[in-house]
Structure formats: structure tokens, C-alpha cells
């Protein structure tokens, strides 16, 4: 079992509808959890960052993390084309030595 | 604030050839790491180095693969000999101190071995 799972989709929608990207995990130790967000032929850009359990909201974007259930959220409201992209979830131990990857969504918002 | 440096962007090999990419960090960033990202899949580590040591290599392939970090600065990874399996984007990382800071990622050496 792969320590984040990721659906890699590809998932596509119209534009403006609201997005849910989610993973799973499966080591408790996990306490930091990111998204990145990675466009083709580009290195993967951090789009969010949360600790622990609980929502994390940025603009368009809200992260959120339920530990109980090992659960990891990404929400995109009124979804853009420049919003396409592969979105990578990911988890690090506190204090530990490496970042852990889900598969990556591909995401395509349609004009 | 300048980011990630990698070079080349690009390189297509045959394979049993030798390879290397090139690594500049964010000034100041303590801590290097080295990813491979095979077509469809996320980032799996391979090595990391806070400064000019090595922390974790762990699923580092060492009989073809090596890394080095002169200086506790730039960086190179080098493959020797290459195998199909190879072809992947090589991607550079660098935070600011151990654990818990985000990565900064460089966009990559896309590597195709033929």
C-alpha cells in the first residue's frame, strides 16, 4: 500500500464549477500535509500548506485535512482554465527527513 | 527571490550512457533534494543532503546512480550506465532547514534514454 493515494483522474469540468480533489494516507505520523499544484513541463509549485486537522482557506482554494479518517481535501471555487493543471497532495513527518507524493490529479477546466 | 536552477532542460541518451544534471538551490537553503517523476506518477525521493551531507538515500539506485553536493551548495546527479527505465523529469528541491519547511522545486531535466 502506497503510504498517500491519489485518484490520478484525469478529472475535467466547466469552468466555474467547484472542484474536490482528495487523497488518502496511511502512516499516522504524517502531521504536514501540502498541495502543489504542477503545470506541463514545470517543476510542482506550492499551492497550500496545513498542519494538522482542520480547513485552510486561500483565495480560491481551501485545504482540508481530517485526520481521524486520513483524509486530505483540495476545493477550487469558481474553477479557471489557468487553474488545469496536475495537482500533487503530499505529507511529511514532523522533523522527518522526506516529503511523500500522491499520484497527481490531472485537472482540466473547460472555457 | 531567485528559484531552482536545473540544467538541461532536456536530454535524450542511448542507453549504458552516462548522464548528469546540474543543481542550484534558493541561497541560503540548507537542504537539497534530488526527485524522480516518471510520466503519470508523483515525485518518488532519491536523495537528500542538508548542507554537503547526505540524509537520506535510502531509493537512491546506487550501482548506476550517484549524487554530490560540493560545497553544501549546488548539486549533480549522475546516472551511469542509463536504462530505459530511466526516462523520467529529474526534478530539484531545496527548503530552508529540515522537516516541516515546504519544498521549492526547480522545473526539472526531462530525461529520455533510448
Known amino acids: 500500500q502506497k503510504e498517500v493515494e491519489q485518484d490520478p483522474g484525469p478529472l475535467s469540468v466547466p469552468e466555474g464549477a467547484i472542484v474536490s480533489l482528495n487523497c488518502t494516507y496511511s502512516?499516522?505520523?504524517?502531521?504536514?500535509f501540502m498541495w502543489y499544484r504542477q503545470y506541463s513541463r514545470k517543476g510542482p509549485e506550492l499551492l497550500m500548506y496545513?498542519?494538522?486537522?482542520g480547513n485552510k482557506e486561500d483565495g480560491r482554494f481551501t485545504a482540508q485535512v481530517d485526520k481521524s479518517s486520513k483524509y486530505i481535501s483540495l476545493f477550487i471555487r469558481d474553477s479557471q482554465p489557468s487553474d488545469s493543471a496536475t495537482y500533487l497532495c503530499?505529507?511529511?513527518?514532523?522533523?522527518?527527513?522526506?516529503?511523500?507524493f500522491g499520484q497527481g490529479t490531472r485537472l482540466t477546466i473547460n472555457p | 527571490e531567485a528559484g531552482v536552477a536545473q540544467s538541461p532542460r532536456y536530454k535524450i541518451i542511448e542507453k549504458r550512457q552516462s548522464v548528469a544534471f546540474w543543481c542550484n538551490p534558493i541561497?541560503?537553503?540548507?537542504?537539497l533534494y534530488w526527485y524522480q517523476q516518471i510520466l503519470g506518477q508523483g515525485p518518488k525521493l532519491l536523495i537528500q543532503?542538508?548542507?554537503?551531507?547526505?540524509?537520506?538515500d535510502s531509493q537512491l539506485p546506487k550501482d548506476r546512480f550517484s549524487a554530490e553536493r560540493l560545497k553544501g551548495v549546488d548539486s549533480t546527479l549522475k546516472i551511469q550506465p542509463a536504462k530505459l527505465e530511466d526516462s523520467a523529469v529529474y526534478l530539484c528541491?531545496?527548503?530552508?532547514?529540515?522537516?516541516?519547511?515546504?519544498?521549492?522545486f526547480g522545473n526539472g531535466t526531462r530525461l529520455t534514454v533510448t
Open positions: 543532503f542538508q548542507n554537503n551531507g547526505v540524509v537520506d
Open positions: 496545513t498542519y494538522s486537522s
Open positions: 528541491a531545496s527548503t530552508q532547514r529540515n522537516g516541516d519547511s515546504p519544498l521549492h
Open positions: 503530499a505529507a511529511l513527518i514532523q522533523g522527518a527527513q522526506k516529503l511523500v
Open positions: 541561497s541560503g537553503h540548507a537542504t
Open positions: 502512516n499516522s505520523a504524517f502531521q504536514y
